[in-house]
């Protein structure tokens, strides 16, 4: 009998498990997949000696989580690659933004907007530990003990990106760079809480920058995984679970997967309460992503992004909000606004040499068909001509490839769910411990609950605290 089982292997699910047998419990996970990862493997997906990530990309959440910050993870081969610049955000007449590691250099571009911008970022990078120990979590009292440090960070975040960009600048410049980081939110500029990405991104470029891991984010979950082993916790892959039936026994079942799937394979052993709430669950845009292969670098008119491990496409503040206002009416933006990865201008090892890899995708509706592959390479090429003449090989993934891809991407939603501010701490619902469920040995430990999307692991680490504190060390102190 196994002390617990985790159900998935991605960040989260080898985290709640790292954390378990750190805690002296004998683990189990348990993969449907040949390959450990969830959100967070790298394969060849276009030619051979091209290495791309599947998902996820870029990690300034992953260098700060104060859980991965505890492990040991560089002794399993983890090492984490600083892109001289963060960000770069390119503009139709050949310039750009680009957020640098220091909150001065980054301001000296931002024109009248310098000075404000120096008052928002420097207090928030000097409370960085503060800041991250308090929001990539559920919603606790300790921080609540450092309110000056924290309370002007809660009340930005929980603005919308449009209202503190015009309230805090003047000018243009410095509205579309943060609008374009806020975006990752997948909402529209106008909703609450949309600023609350933007804010934590931003100052994670100047505090611990946006960094990506050698090798390919497979890297992230491969050291996890190494370290697990070493606490002698097991894994098995290419075993599908349809039913928690179907499982060992163990005290504790936590899984890494969304509510759709929870009632799909626990719904018998919870209350018809909770599955209604759990029904109610709402889940957000798709997105649409290219992975390329490359006979050299993108070939930016702005100089700025040859040194950016990622950048922003979306012109201006008003094209990047238009373009997610659509994505929520149900629509494709003629201009989306899309992300772009550069990792091999950091990491050699992703691609021959000579040659480069690149990872763009944009939001779609949820579940969409619609093909964006030629509106997004058109975005590429609108700040980067001849962009099109450098790409050997490329592989599309829609919603629906992503969602087979890891079924938790419900409809291509890689954030497990819409995170605004009715699902930011209350995902997937209103519980004060929101990693439980009403069956006392099940556990939900997946990106549905705080603090949400993005490979930090903290999901599974406060799931796994919570299923020592209410079932496991209750047990074997009896």
């Not at 697990?228 to 163990?250: F, K, M």
Request: aromatic share 8%; charged share 20%; hydrophobic share 40%.
């Amino acid at each position: 009998m196994y002390d617990a089982i985790v159900i998935g292997s991605g960040p989260n699910g080898l985290a709640a498990a790292v954390e378990l047998a750190r805690a002296g419990q004998h683990v189990l996970v348990v993969e449907a997949k040949e390959t450990i990862g969830g959100g967070s493997r790298s394969k060849e997906l276009t030619l051979p000696g091209f290495v791309h990530d599947v998902c996820s990309a870029v990690h300034p959440l992953g260098i700060a989580s104060p859980f991965f910050q505890s492990l040991p993870l560089e002794r399993f081969g983890l090492e984490w690659m600083q892109p001289e610049i963060p960000l770069a955000h390119p503009l139709d007449d050949g310039s750009a933004m680009l957020l640098q590691r220091s909150v001065d250099e980054t301001a000296a571009t931002l024109g009248v907007d310098e000075g404000a911008y120096r008052k928002l970022m420097h207090p928030y990078v000097e409370h960085w530990p503060l800041i991250v120990n308090a929001f990539l979590g559920p919603l606790r009292v300790k921080p609540l003990l450092h309110p000056l440090a924290l309370v002007p960070f809660g009340l930005a975040a929980l603005s919308s990106a449009r209202l503190l960009t015009q309230s805090l600048f003047k000018e243009t410049r410095a509205r579309t760079m943060l609008a374009g980081i806020c975006a990752h939110s997948m909402l529209p500029m106008e909703r609450l809480t949309s600023a609350a990405a933007g804010l934590l991104l931003g100052t994670a470029g100047h505090a611990v920058g946006w960094p990506v891991p050698r090798g390919g984010s497979q890297s992230i979950v491969d050291a996890l995984a190494g370290y697990l082993r070493s606490l002698g916790g097991e894994i098995q892959t290419g075993r599908e679970v349809r039913h928690i039936d179907e499982l060992p026994p163990a005290r504790a079942y936590l899984f890494d997967v969304t509510p759709r799937q929870l009632l799909a394979l626990a719904g018998n052993r919870l209350p018809d309460n909770y599955k209604r709430r759990l029904r109610r669950y709402r889940y957000g845009p798709g997105s649409f992503k290219i992975d390329l292969a490359l006979d050299g670098p993108i070939p930016w008119k702005a100089q700025g992004c040859l040194q950016a491990g990622t950048v922003h496409l979306g012109g201006s503040f008003a094209e990047i909000a238009e373009s997610e206002r659509q994505v929520w009416r149900g629509q494709h933006a003629e201009r989306p606004y899309v992300l772009v990865a550069q990792q091999s201008l950091v990491d050699a090892s992703r691609a021959p040499q000579g040659k480069h890899t690149a990872w763009a995708y944009c939001h779609v509706p949820s579940g969409s068909t619609f093909d964006m592959t030629d509106r997004i390479e058109e975005q590429i090429e609108r700040f980067a001509p001849g962009f099109r003449d450098r790409i050997l090989a490329r592989y599309v993934s829609n919603p629906a490839a992503l969602e087979q891809y890891n079924p938790n991407y419900i409809g291509g939603d890689i954030n497990g769910g819409v995170q605004d501010i009715w699902q930011l701490f209350t995902r997937p619902t209103i519980r004060l411990d929101p990693y439980t469920t009403p069956a006392p040995d099940i556990f939900l430990c997946s990106s549905s609950t705080p603090p949400g999307g993005g490979v930090h692991g903290m999901c599974g680490y406060f799931a796994a605290r919570a299923a020592l504190k209410k079932t496991l060390m209750v047990d074997k102190h009896k």
